[in-house]
Nanobody
Framework: QVQLAESGGGLVQAGGSLRLSCVASGSDVNFSAMGWYRQAPGKQREMVATANIYGEINYLDTVKGRATVSMDRAKNAVYFELNSLTPEDTAVYFC??????????????WGQGTQVTVSS
């Protein structure tokens, strides 16, 4: 069984920064991609930042220039830093990991979510 352990959420002032960490445990697997999604009240879940084993990185348009995501394949971990926070960044942030296995196809794993609240 794979579990994604998230940390780093909490309350932060506008203009500040946050750093989220996600580490997989419970299984010896090598994820193809890991990243972060977020969901604000009344809104759809959206991709914030992703990284894959080929070095490809993608960011949500509204966080470009403020965000950094990195994946450590050996540790099955992903780290996310977001600077210049605004109240619009308030959301539950979910760690995401994708695994490809022969004859099984893709499997997606989610963390339980960590609340990030940005006060103005």
């Amino acid at each position: 069984q794979v579990q994604l352990a998230e940390s780093g959420g909490g309350l932060v002032q506008a203009g500040g920064s946050l750093r989220l960490s996600c580490v997989a445990s419970g299984s010896d697997v090598n994820f193809s991609a890991m990243g972060w999604y977020r969901q604000a009240p009344g809104k759809q879940r959206e991709m914030v930042a992703t990284a894959n084993i080929y070095g490809e990185i993608n960011y949500l348009d509204t966080v470009k220039g403020r965000a950094t995501v990195s994946m450590d394949r050996a540790k099955n971990a992903v780290y996310f830093e977001l600077n210049s926070l605004t109240p619009e960044d308030t959301a539950v942030y979910f760690c995401n990991a994708k695994l490809w296995r022969t004859l099984r196809g893709w499997t997606t794993y989610w963390g339980q979510g960590t609340q990030v609240t940005v006060s103005s």
